[in-house]
């Protein structure tokens, strides 16, 4: 069974973003004081008096906007609000009932789900203000009064929550799901490939750069496995980047590559690789995860029998700093080699966690060592004791020798080569740690 999930909702600028946050215990979701900042719909695991349940942040919702984005935001809360077990309802104490409140309240009456009012604001620690009762007239039974910023009223408001859910004792599974940053630079195809993989739609897509700003979490499980997809802001130059949201933005985007184990580094194929795809490769290579390079867009390019591998061809030169990368050819419009992307992430998520012996690595080194002397300056010779694995996520390997100084780069680059032909790790980025005995 999954966790039981709550829902908040409301008009823009009332203090969704920073009630959510609050109830979380992180800034996840982007606060500031500019109406239709949040978008898509924000996840995040919650957990109160024991019980785990998740919460979804939503953006604000104007009922009666004809604006593209505004509208595609509604269809986000509206998706939110038909998937959760209760809905928050927050609403402003000192703006006091507003037409869109009336309108939301009475859209969500119409989908029967339990909800909650809370009413923002209310900072002061005592009695509430007698504003607080002009709320009833929404027609909403369950009122409580909470202060978003200060955290006072929010157990009282997921108390009030909890008596609409049935929980399951028996569900403690552990997240055992491969997580997947999905990251690039806007307007490659990000939102419409985890539109794509999850079959509805998920994120907003539009073709206005900076469409996506926070990083939004999509469960899938399927006959591959199971994911937890990351959807991120699009990566921009930083001399572009100037808007206070957009710079919060990218940070999420990276945060977002700090916590998954597998990045998907989006392309436009009709662009080809640029500078700033070499930059956000870098940063994920830079953090030791495994990536994949997703070429999206295959479907608008001309292309003749050879068309593939050229560009193949021309993509292992690009990426020749991390030369471990496959790559995947791929539609987000058409569904074209989806599945084939699915099986790249397993394989290189493999390969990221594949542990090998100290007896097998010691057999290797004496095989290359054998192969290849290790090099010496001024009559004295490196040599290396033997070699450890030491981690996972990237594979970590550690050399003892009796001096760090005489062990080159080349060398080590040299032993890296032979790891990944001995033990098949062709496809995950691998770390070499020397070190002298006795550190």
Not at 184 to 201: A, D, H, Q, W
């Amino acid at each position: 069974m999954s966790k039981p999930l709550i829902a908040v909702v409301g008009r823009p600028n009332v203090g969704k973003s920073t009630l959510f946050n609050k109830l979380i215990g992180q800034r996840l979701s982007i606060v500031k004081d500019t109406p239709g900042v949040t978008r898509d719909r924000i996840y995040s695991p919650c957990q109160w008096r024991g019980k785990d349940f998740m919460l979804v942040d939503t953006g604000g919702i104007e009922p009666t906007s004809g604006d593209i984005i505004l509208s595609q935001m509604r269809t986000q809360a509206e998706i939110a609000i038909d998937t959760a077990d209760v809905i928050i309802l927050v609403v402003d104490l000192k703006s006091g009932v507003t037409a869109n409140d009336s309108d939301i309240a009475n859209m969500l009456l119409k989908s029967g789900k339990p909800i909650v009012v809370a009413v923002n604001k209310c900072d002061n620690v005592g009695d509430v203000p007698a504003d607080f009762y002009e709320f009833y007239n929404l027609g909403l039974p369950d009122l409580v009064a909470v202060s978003s910023v200060h955290g006072h009223g929010t157990g009282d408001l997921l108390d009030e929550c909890f008596k609409h859910i049935v929980f399951d004792e028996n569900d403690n599974e552990d997240d055992d799901h491969i997580k997947v940053a999905v990251i690039g630079k806007p307007n490659v195809g990000k939102s419409s490939l985890i539109n794509r993989i999850s079959g509805k739609e998920r994120v907003i897509v539009s073709n206005i750069a900076g469409t996506t700003r926070d990083s939004t979490d999509t469960e899938i499980i399927n006959e591959f496995g199971k994911f937890t997809f990351i959807d991120t802001a699009g990566i921009r130059r930083k001399a572009k980047v100037e808007d206070a949201i957009e710079k919060y933005s990218v940070l999420r985007a990276y945060m977002a590559v700090d916590r998954c184990d597998i990045a998907v580094i989006v392309i436009d194929a009709t662009e080809g690789f640029t500078e700033q795809d070499s930059k956000i490769a870098g940063y994920a290579h830079e953090q030791g995860k495994g990536c994949v390079v997703a070429v999206n867009k295959w479907d608008a390019v001309e292309k003749d029998g050879k068309t593939m591998d050229e560009f193949r061809q021309k993509l292992e030169k690009d990426f020749a700093f991390m030369s471990y990368v496959p790559f995947v050819f791929i539609s987000a419009l058409t569904g074209q080699r989806i599945n084939k992307l699915y099986e790249n992430i397993v394989h290189v998520y493999d390969q990221c966690n594949m542990r090998v012996t100290t007896g097998k690595l010691n057999d290797m080194l004496s095989y290359s060592t054998a192969r290849v002397q290790p090099p010496s300056d001024k009559g004295k010779r490196l040599k290396i004791y033997y070699v450890t694995q030491s981690g996972v996520c990237p594979p970590t390997f550690v050399f003892f020798c009796n001096d760090h100084e005489l062990f080159h780069f080349s060398y080590q680059r040299y032993l890296e080569n032979q790891i990944r032909e001995y033990f098949g790790l062709k496809n995950t980025p691998i770390k070499i740690i020397v070190r002298e005995r006795g550190e």
